[in-house]
């Protein structure tokens, strides 16, 4: 059995997967590491391809030949350009709340939400908000579009209903990558692995454990 590695979305650490390893039970091995940029000790900056290629490098180190990719938010991002450009790598891919083209303004929203984040719950994740601000100053002119077409793992989109900016990215995902489905998760928002871990990881465990 593939091991499954988890990337979290923004404002989030690893810890925050516990919920989630915790639905999707035992069987099968789980890796949820710091991406690169992200790390505590990361001097601040984040670029994806260096994200991308960090994960690529920790998981030759491990002796991992091929994995299952699940990413949040910008981990969905991560696990895309990890797809591209190291598809030796990935088995199948979980995308929860891609980020495909984000808007100005979405990024406004959530740089906002980021500042207004007390210090404390910030620490309790183990996230620092400068490389937090860091990822949307990155984001500002990320197109993943083109790239798309390039991935050929076997892919699953999962989106809230309530994400409303994440619907449309999935539907590009679903548009542009070969054979990739989407499935909706009722009254969810962009980070599924938070407000509903549950109803993410038996969608996950479906997709990872089905035929094809």
């Known amino acids: ?18 919920d989630f390893v915790s639905a999707l039970g035992a069987g099968r091995p789980m890796h ?9 000790k990361d001097p601040v900056g984040f670029d994806l391809g260096a994200a991308a290629a960090g994960l690529a490098e920790e998981l030759e180190l491990q002796g991992i030949q091929r994995a299952d990719v699940l990413g949040v938010s910008v981990g969905a991002s991560v696990a895309m350009r990890l797809a591209v450009e190291r598809p030796d790598l990935t088995g199948r891919l979980v995308l929860a709340g891609p ?27 183990g996230v620092s908000r400068p490389r937090m601000l860091a990822v949307f100053d990155a984001l500002r002119t990320f197109d993943g579009r083109d790239a798309l077409a390039r991935i050929a793992a076997p892919t699953l989109v999962v989106v809230g209903s309530r994400d409303r900016a994440g619907l449309v990215a999935a539907r590009q995902v679903v548009e542009d990558v070969a ?34």
């Open 1 to 18: 059995m593939r091991p499954l590695v988890l990337l979290h979305g923004l404002g989030q650490g690893p810890i925050i997967w516990q």
């Open 32 to 40: 949820a590491p710091w991406m690169v940029g992200l790390r505590p």
């Open 99 to 125: 980020i495909v083209r984000p808007s100005a303004g979405a990024l406004r929203m959530q740089k906002l939400a980021l500042r207004l984040t007390p210090e404390g719950r910030l620490l309790d994740l």
């Open 179 to 212: 054979g990739a489905r989407l499935e909706t998760i009722d009254d969810g928002s962009s980070l599924l692995n938070v407000d509903r871990p549950r109803e993410l990881a038996d969608l996950t465990r479906a997709f990872l454990d089905g035929d094809g």
